[in-house]
């Protein structure tokens, strides 16, 4: 059964249906959301943890939500959010810019267990992996998440403009090392 966002929000302000309220949105919202972030953090243990942030703050927040957007774009900013930090105190942990950050990363996708992938799927990730932050986040919003820019816009509190622009300079590049690399 589907439950609209709408009526789920409804559910949060009775206090006997909150538990069921979230284990609802749990359901429908957190396989998105832990991909969202395993894409941009890449490996799964990380991605679990973030995954588990990104609801104890919905859980703590929810009734503060303001609905001036939809519940799903909130969640996505909030899991893009964390995501950000995450990346940020590990490049600052390791003391390392982002492009050593994103080698990092990728030497994480080689050897993550999880990634059953073919290797055009790797290579996929690898060449999304050397995009700078926002141009993968837009990249993998749009291309995985199949979110309008109007939604990214949301989320990422950028102008409609500004993202097709990020996510045509993503693509080029993508393409670029997809034929290039060997």
Known sequence: ML???SELLNMFQEES??????????????????????RMVIDHDDADDIVQEV????????????QDSQLYTWIYRIATNECITFLNKKKNH????????????????????????????KKLQKAILALPEKQRL????KYYDDLKFQEISDILGTSVGA????????????????????
């Open 3 to 5: 439950i609209e966002d």
């Open 17 to 38: 249906k909150r538990h069921e309220a979230f284990s609802i949105l749990l359901k429908k919202y957190q396989q998105k959301i832990y991909w969202h972030v395993r």
């Open 55 to 66: 609801f104890i703050k919905v859980w703590k927040n929810i009734n503060s939500f303001r």
């Open 94 to 121: 390791l003391n390392i810019s982002y492009e050593e950050l994103a080698e990092k990363l990728e030497d994480s996708l080689n050897d993550d267990n999880y990634f059953s992938g073919e290797a055009i799927q």
């Open 138 to 141: 837009v990249f993998n919003m």
């Open 163 to 182: 993202l097709k622009t990020s996510y045509h300079l993503a693509v080029k590049k993508i393409e670029k090392f997809l034929l290039t690399s060997d």
